[in-house]
């Protein structure tokens, strides 16, 4: 017995030399994933006559913060846009998780009678919508929220596939016996909801959390459609405003000495990866928070015993 066990382990150990390969292969594709994002921050350091003259080098011959001192002062609202992108991307998350967990674990249990009409009634908004012009419509005259957060927070709020993924986690990893149990012991369903099924949720509320942030945080076209006020313009619009001022300023600089003038101050090329950057740096950080459930997240529920 002792044999068939040390066979079994020595099986599934890996050699020395297997070990040192397979670490270099997931090492050098490792360093693939994170070498344009590095090579990104190195292009917006560096002086733009130099980035004209040298090209592209990973180590320049000058380094430089012009591009991110010309972001900062062309779009003087910066932090403020940084702000709302923060505060819509916490609330609208936080929103989107009460908001879809809610509905996808209504649909995931057997005893809800009308679970075919609502599975139903989400599936088929992810095959049809009312298109943009009812959409603005809504939004900015029905409900009234144009030129206010909400509009920027609502519209993302909800959505059916985000639904179809927890639906399914509730089905395959929360036990019907359990919240039997739990009700014959007098709970209700907010008490088993709350205290059974969100504790043995989190790799799937963590994984719809991600998606949802990374939604929020991304998002430029509602701001487009129903913001205004510079005051509520997120970090992305404002980003792209200042990408259009700069096309404005190289299109029209044949047509205008003023125009020729201000395009040779613009560190083009460098601002644009100063701003990509500035709009990528902070959404980094936020994956580590997810990053304990987010793999077990997308895979349970995968294997059927």
């Given at each position: 017995m002792a044999e068939v066990i040390k066979k079994q382990r020595d099986f599934h150990q890996v050699s020395r030399g297997w070990n040192f390969i397979l670490h270099l292969i997931a090492g050098?594709?490792?360093?693939m994933c994170v070498?344009?994002?590095?090579?990104?921050?190195?292009?917006?350091l560096t002086d733009e006559k130099t980035l004209a003259t040298d090209g592209y080098r990973l180590i320049p011959a000058k380094w430089s913060l012009e591009a991110y001192r010309f972001v900062f002062e062309t779009g003087d609202t910066l932090l403020r846009s940084y702000g709302v992108t923060i505060l819509v991307t916490v609330v609208g998350t936080i929103l989107s998780l009460i908001m879809i967990s809610l509905y996808s674990y209504a649909?995931?249990?057997?005893?809800?009678?009308?679970?075919?009409?609502?599975?139903?009634?989400?599936?088929?908004?992810?095959?049809?919508?009312?298109?943009?012009?009812?959409?603005?419509?809504?939004?900015?005259?029905?409900?009234?929220?144009?030129?206010?957060?909400?509009?920027l927070i609502l519209p993302l709020a909800m959505n059916a596939f985000y639904i179809m993924i927890l639906r399914t986690f509730y089905s395959t990893s929360v036990p019907e016996p359990i919240i039997e149990s739990a009700r014959i012991d007098g709970a209700g369903d907010f008490y088993i909801f709350l205290r059974i099924v969100l504790p043995l949720?989190?790799?799937?509320?963590?994984?719809?959390?991600?998606?949802?942030?990374l939604g929020y945080w991304n998002d430029w076209f509602n701001a487009l459609l129903y913001i205004d006020k510079p005051s509520l313009v997120p970090l992305q619009s404002m980003l792209m405003r200042i990408e259009s001022s700069i096309a404005f300023i190289q299109q029209n600089s044949q047509n205008s000495s003023l125009s020729l003038t201000a395009l040779q101050s613009i560190p083009q090329d460098t601002s644009r990866m100063a701003m990509v950057v500035l709009a990528t740096l902070p959404i980094i950080f936020a994956y580590p928070f997810f990053q304990r459930y987010f793999v077990q997240g997308l895979t349970v529920g995968a294997v059927k015993e």
């Open positions: 050098i594709f490792s360093f070498f344009p994002f590095l090579f990104v921050v190195i292009i917006s649909i995931s249990r057997k005893s809800f009678p009308y679970r075919r009409f609502f599975s139903i009634f989400a599936i088929v908004t992810m095959l049809f919508n009312g298109g943009m012009i009812p959409t603005y419509m809504v939004v900015s005259q029905l409900l009234g929220l144009k030129d206010t957060l909400w509009a949720s989190l790799p799937g509320l963590a994984t719809i959390g991600l998606f949802s942030t």
